[in-house]
């Protein structure tokens, strides 16, 4: 008996983590995809303007 209540403790885990997991990678995903999405409104207003698109910090950086 000791050994399937141990087995059902760890599914029971083993599937919590899953459902944990998936709920952090949408929200992540959720949230990079707005970043990019008000980044390109962004550069589209620029771009309506007659400016270049602003840099990314990583590209900035990588030109000094």
Do not use: F, H
């Amino acid at each position: 008996m000791n050994n399937i209540a141990t087995s059902l403790v760890k599914l029971a885990v083993l599937a919590a983590g899953a459902v944990i997991g998936t709920l952090v990678a949408r929200w992540l995903e959720e949230s990079l995809t707005t970043r990019a999405e008000e980044q390109s409104e962004r550069d589209k207003t620029r771009y309506a303007q007659g400016l270049a698109p602003l840099q990314r910090n990583v590209e900035a950086q990588g030109e000094k």
